[in-house]
Nanobody, 121 residues
Framework: VQLVQSGAELRNPGTSVKVSCKAS????????IDWVRQGPGQGLEWMGR????????KYAQKFQARVTFTADTSTTTIYLELSRLRSEDTAVYYC???????????????WGQGIQVTVSS
């Protein structure tokens, strides 16, 4: 199993960024993918989840107005698009394969390598 993410991005404030996470080695529709980010000196921050099987999404309230997750099952690639970027969005963005237990707790068994997104004028 691999989750391979696209390369680093540099954006100006107010613009958008779209990053990718290519899944391989398993049936992509069998697992949800979560996106989490980590800003400089900060902990992990959960952004939301996508079910690649039907494209259903759940976003953290903080990002709901600015983020879009999509999945292309033909290329087994999941995308995150974040709009109206600001300097506080500078972070490493990770995709992670979500495993939901019978008690509905979630853990991540595979992670992408992370994408550095820098927002600066």
């Amino acid at each position: 199993v691999q989750l391979v993410q696209s390369g680093a991005e540099l954006r100006n404030p107010g613009t958008s960024v779209k990053v990718s996470c290519k899944a391989s080695g398993y049936t992509v529709t069998n697992y949800d993918i979560d996106w989490v980010r980590q800003g400089p000196g900060q902990g992990l921050e959960w952004m939301g989840r996508i079910d690649p099987e039907d494209g259903g999404t759940k976003y953290a309230q903080k990002f709901q107005a600015r983020v879009t997750f999509t999945a292309d099952t033909s290329t087994t690639t999941i995308y995150l698009e974040l709009s109206r970027l600001r300097s506080e969005d500078t972070a490493v963005y990770y995709c992670a394969r979500a495993v939901v237990s019978s008690s509905y707790s979630t853990f991540y068994d595979y992670w992408g390598q992370g994408i550095q997104v820098t927002v600066s004028s």
